[in-house]
């Protein structure tokens, strides 16, 4: 236990002075009370920072785990979401089969990025495309228009991550729970563009139409 000593107060020759007492010594009673407040836990309210407040446990998802969905003949495995997060980001891994991806878009409330794992994706940016291999790294601002597709023979393997968090709340309401991850996914129908047409504006997701 921390323990603080009170100095006694300089002897002046010739006069005596006694020891200060509790209330005496704004300075010592002070930092004793901090001390005391640190040793029981407790902080002064002016002094609590964010992480003191909101302070949350670790968050660790092992490889191969995570939820599964279908959404639009893509799988994405959720690593983390907002609820983890307090908002901050949302993270997933996503599988892609060759010649697939999502038609051109724009999010208007989150920055999203790409880490490929596996495979090549082409990105369109407005008018312009490029490839990125596995090790690359992609970063879309909001308010880009943008596709991701895999132009490869192979299913290409991404890591997905949004900030901040709130699209996955989309996948959850309009993709299909995954049955056999391990399998390719299937392929998407026309119900499943309907539903994401329908939904996307909820999210502040904007899906032109084709030119």
């Known amino acids: ?39 029981s836990g407790e902080l002064p309210r002016e002094e609590m920072s964010v992480e003191s407040v909101a302070k949350r446990g670790v968050t660790y998802v092992p490889s191969g785990e995570g ?21 901050a980001l949302g993270l997933w891994e996503a599988v892609i089969p060759p010649q697939a991806g999502p038609p051109p878009h724009i999010h208007h409330r989150e920055d999203e990025s790409f880490y490929v794992l596996e495979g090549e994706i082409e990105f369109l940016e407005d008018e312009r495309t490029f490839l990125a291999g596995a090790g690359s790294f992609v970063h879309i601002p909001r308010g880009t228009l943008h596709r991701f597709k895999n132009v490869g023979t192979k299913s290409s393997r991404a890591l997905m991550m949004v900030m901040p968090a709130g699209l996955e709340k989309m996948f959850e309401e309009i993709a299909t729970p995954a049955t056999d991850p391990s399998a390719p996914p299937p392929p998407p129908g026309p119900e499943d563009v309907e539903k994401l047409l329908a939904v996307a504006p909820k999210y502040g997701l904007e899906i032109p139409p084709p030119v």
């Open 1 to 39: 236990m921390w323990l603080v000593r009170r100095r006694a107060g300089r002897q002046t020759p010739g006069i005596g002075k006694l020891p200060l007492r509790r209330g005496e010594d704004p300075e010592q009673d002070q930092l004793k009370a901090k001390v005391d407040n640190r040793v």
């Open 67 to 87: 939820k599964p969905l279908y959404l639009v003949g893509d799988l994405y495995t959720f690593k983390v979401t907002g609820e983890e997060t307090n908002g």
